[in-house]
């Protein structure tokens, strides 16, 4: 299985999925990337996603940060912003909810929380997992992380993993 993005071009996320793009009424940065799944495996039924910022583990104050998680994708494309108006599938809570991220209300984090590594800190690498399922997931709104992975035990046929950088 292979995921790829438009929204990343020679290894580099584009401005306007990070900090340099649109935000939500919070502040945070809200226009998700466009996710393209290619050669899922037999079987497959639904797909679940999850953003992470493994080097943002330093400054979050000891855990990778999380940007989205989403889950019961019965497509194999996600448009540009889709997260925005998302109706036909579920997603969880992003880092947003944490202290580090200004404790913001589920609702705020319960979307794409775009790319912004703070000022000084380097370029992050950023990992697009995509998992192929071979069911949909109980899951609502709002889930955390670990309902997702807990949830997807045992349904898992493949996983792929698009990295990407992005620099403040």
Known sequence: MKVTSTGINNGVIDDRFGCRGDANQWGIPSRSLPLKFEGAPEGTVSFAVVIEDKDAF??????????????????????????ADAKDFVQGVNSWISIQGGSKPVEACSCYGGMAPPEGHGTHIYEIWVYALDAVLELENGFHLNQLFRAMEGHVLEQAVLKAEYTN
Do not use: Y
């Not at 497509?75 to 912003?81: D, G, M, P, Q």
């Open 58 to 83: 330093p400054v979050s104050g000891g855990f990778a940060w999380i940007h989205w998680t989403a889950a019961n994708i019965k497509k194999n494309e996600l448009a540009e912003n889709e997260s």
